[in-house]
């Protein structure tokens, strides 16, 4: 079991070593989808509370 913590933890610093190279367009791709991501959910949190407000007790 050390030794599969172990591995996971040199790959997570030979992944962070990669990072520089690739320069921060990796950022702003991160940054880009988590954006879309958070716009495409509150539309549907919006939808939702519309579909609420038509509710009727019993009826839909």
Known sequence: MTELILGIGKL????????????????????????????????RIIGFTQKDHKYDGDHL
Do not use: E, R
């Open 12 to 43: 997570f610093t030979w992944s962070y070593k990669i990072l520089p190279v690739i320069g921060h367009f990796v950022d702003w791709l991160y940054v880009a989808i988590l954006s879309l991501f958070l716009l495409y959910w509150c539309k």
